[in-house]
């Protein structure tokens, strides 16, 4: 089962268990609402307090890890675009023959590299074109110091730096791509809304049916949501939240190498 499947499958239960979990704190809540006193309400509402500040702190933390994750990932696959284009431009300070087969390495690198890309969710034939493209970079480093050699230093100086800007921002794109929200602090953060909605069912306990219903409803459609915005900006070629048009800067880059 793909991840986007399964979360598509893990949102709704999640947020049935937190319907559920709000109308069985109701239960309890009703059923010793005449048992606790003016005292014992207050120290509840104090746990309470606490345990929803507690989540809030970690979605807030947990959301702007995620966020800013997912502008790095766009931000750095621009900035590899960039690298290739100038690269590829700096490759015609290389005389020939050596700059025909350098241009001919750098195409096939580019190609190989969008399809690593491509192939994700994939993480398989992810890792296995990356590994392939990686090896055409080195092939492509090599080629270019021996087509430099022999030339003036300022064609070294001019060629060089982009191949290896190019080289060092893969690297960069590549670990952005494994980086996610830990699985631990992704199931605390659901344990915790779990108990969360324990906790507000059993406050609710007294309201007015409506009232209840609504509070309960907005309550775990609301967190449900955030959640799983926080799982989509974590894999953003895999949901709603994507960076497609990102990737499009690297396969425009690539087309122009004719």
């Avoid at 993480?123 to 090896?135: N, P």
């Avoid at 921002?169 to 791509?177: D, K, N």
């Amino acid at each position: 089962m793909s991840y986007l499947s399964l979360t598509y499958l893990i949102v709704p239960v999640f947020l049935v268990a937190m319907l559920v979990l709000m109308g069985i704190g109701h239960r309890v809540g009703t059923h010793r609402i005449h048992e606790d006193t003016e005292s014992v309400r207050m120290g509840l509402v104090s746990v309470e307090t606490a345990v929803f500040g507690v989540l809030g702190l970690i979605l807030a933390f947990t959301y702007s890890g995620a966020s800013t994750r997912f502008q790095l990932r766009r931000t750095v696959a621009v900035q590899e675009a960039n690298a290739a284009g100038t690269a590829w431009l700096r490759l015609d300070l290389v005389a020939q023959p050596a700059q025909a087969d350098l241009k001919e390495k750098m195409r096939r690198y580019g190609r190989v590299h969008v399809a690593a890309y491509e192939a994700l969710p994939d993480y398989a034939g992810f890792h296995a074109r990356l590994a392939q493209a990686k090896s055409m970079q080195a092939q492509i480093w090599v080629a270019a110091v021996a087509a430099v050699r022999d030339a003036p230093p300022a064609a070294a100086q001019l060629v060089l730096p982009p191949i290896n800007d190019l080289i060092d921002v893969t690297g960069a794109r590549e670990a952005l791509a494994e980086v996610h929200t830990p699985g631990a602090i992704v199931t605390l953060l659901m344990v915790l809304a779990m108990a969360c909605s324990f906790l507000a069912g059993y406050g609710l306990a007294g309201a007015k049916p409506t009232s209840r219903r609504l509070h309960m409803v907005g309550f775990a459609v609301v967190l449900t949501g955030v959640i799983y915005i926080v799982l989509d900006y974590d894999h953003p070629r895999m949901g709603l939240i994507r960076v497609d048009f990102a990737d499009q800067a690297l396969e425009s880059a690539v087309a122009a190498m004719k």
